[in-house]
């Protein structure tokens, strides 16, 4: 029985025609998902860099509010928190896609991996993933890498793995975090007992920050900066 299925870069949830106007194609997120709620042997799924916007993300949180028995899902580099509007050339957020996302994962008692790599999350929807983190008790795997969470995302997520319990290892790579984001995930850490690894490489930290994270991680946590 198939257990694992790549479906990355095939531009599932949408393009853009002449590269300039977008075109969403949602029935292909939501066949992915009309299969989630029947498929029994599936464990893994990779949808990574298919532009499923918001739309899609929330068809597939829909499906896996019931399916049981997928542990994995790499949603990375697809649009479910915004998307970039190249012709007004600023990002528009989504926020509901992140919305449904968290909905999910407060329901969903199987999943133990997700990564969001690339989604568009920013601070606003650092606050969805938070409220998901703070019930949530499968997840031991996290990836918000290149999200642009900044000082407020950072301190959201924070805030959630001071009562989180399960998660071992979260990524929170190149997020724009600078010191003051630094210094809300250290205060986590001394709060924190059961994350193994962390990383938070490419955040412009400076030396004093970077020391304060090395000091509260010693030797329980492999840190990666």
Same mark, same amino acid.
């Given at each position: 029985?198939?257990?694992?299925?790549?479906?990355?870069k095939?531009?599932?949830?949408?393009?853009h025609?002449?590269?300039?106007?977008?075109?969403?194609? %949602?029935? /292909?997120? =939501? !066949? #992915? +998902?009309?299969? *989630?709620?029947? @498929?029994?042997?599936l &464990?893994?799924?990779? $949808?990574?860099?298919?532009?499923?916007?918001?739309?899609?993300?929330?068809?597939?949180?829909?499906?896996?509010?019931?399916?049981?028995?997928?542990t994995?899902?790499?949603?990375?580099?697809?649009?479910?928190?915004?998307?970039y509007?190249?012709?007004?050339?600023?990002?528009?957020?989504? %926020?509901? /896609?992140? =919305? !449904? #996302? +968290?909905?999910? *994962?407060?329901? @969903?008692?199987?999943? &133990?991996?997700?990564? $969001?790599?690339?989604?568009?999350?920013?601070?606003?929807?650092?606050?969805?993933?938070?409220?998901?983190l703070?019930?949530?008790?499968?997840l031991?795997?996290?990836?918000?890498e290149?999200?642009?969470?900044?000082?407020?995302?950072a301190?959201?997520?924070?805030d959630?793995?001071?009562?989180?319990?399960?998660?071992?290892?979260?990524?929170?790579?190149?997020?724009?975090l600078?010191?003051?984001?630094?210094?809300?995930?250290?205060?986590?850490?001394?709060?924190?007992?059961?994350?193994?690894?962390?990383?938070?490489?490419?955040?412009?930290?400076?030396?004093?920050?970077?020391?304060?994270?090395?000091?509260?991680?010693?030797?329980?946590?492999?840190?990666?900066?």
């Open positions: 029985s198939l257990t694992y299925l790549n479906l990355d095939n531009i599932i949830g949408g393009y025609s002449n590269y300039v106007q977008l075109i969403f194609t %949602p029935e /292909g997120p =939501a !066949a #992915i +998902s009309e299969m *989630l709620k029947v @498929n029994k042997t &464990t893994s799924i990779s $949808l990574g860099f298919n532009h499923i916007y918001a739309e899609g993300g929330i068809a597939v949180a829909d499906a896996l509010k019931t399916n049981n028995t997928l994995s899902l790499n949603l990375d580099f697809n649009k479910i928190g915004g998307y509007d190249r012709n007004k050339r600023e990002i528009v957020p989504t %926020p509901e /896609g992140l =919305a !449904a #996302i +968290s909905a999910m *994962l407060k329901v @969903n008692t199987t999943l &133990t991996s997700i990564s $969001l790599a690339g989604s568009y999350i920013q601070a606003e929807g650092a606050g969805y993933v938070s409220e998901a703070k019930t949530n008790e499968s031991t795997y996290l990836n918000l290149e999200n642009k969470l900044e000082e407020k995302g301190a959201a997520v924070a959630a793995l001071k009562k989180n319990n399960t998660l071992t290892s979260l990524n929170l790579n190149r997020n724009y600078f010191d003051e984001g630094a210094c809300h995930v250290a205060e986590m850490l001394k709060a924190n007992t059961t994350l193994q690894t962390i990383s938070i490489a490419k955040n412009q930290l400076g030396d004093a920050a970077k020391m304060k994270l090395k000091e509260v991680a010693d030797t329980r946590i492999a840190l990666q900066l």
